[in-house]
């Protein structure tokens, strides 16, 4: 799937205050979401002993699902889309270490 495809088809499950008009709703739904990620991977080393099951890594796709789908909203909340995002940053790392 692109980029493209992806964020057209989550923005018409974006069904939140204010849509188009509030970065702050999915900003805060960002940072939950990657702190539920967080929590899994706490969670590995704790109690699995770093081991990374099929269940495990089940959850993170799960949860690494709902933090794409937060940037996809905070990227048309500023008028952006996923591709550009992905380009700029792939400048800003080739610049970075010399590429």
């Not at 939950?32 to 109690?47: C, F, H, M, P, S």
Request: hydrophobic share 35%; net charge negative; glycine share 10%.
């Amino acid at each position: 799937m692109e980029f493209s495809e992806y964020q057209e088809l989550a923005g018409r499950t974006a069904l939140y205050p204010k849509r188009l008009k509030n970065l702050e709703y999915p900003t805060l739904g960002l940072t939950g979401e990657a702190g539920e990620v967080a929590n899994i991977v706490k969670k590995i080393q704790r109690d699995f002993n770093g081991e990374l099951t099929d269940e495990i890594r089940d959850k993170l796709k799960d949860e690494l699902g709902d933090v794409l789908w937060y940037i996809s909203a905070c990227a048309d909340e500023l008028g952006l889309t996923l591709g550009e995002i992905a380009q700029y940053n792939v400048g800003k790392l080739a610049k970075r270490h010399g590429a």
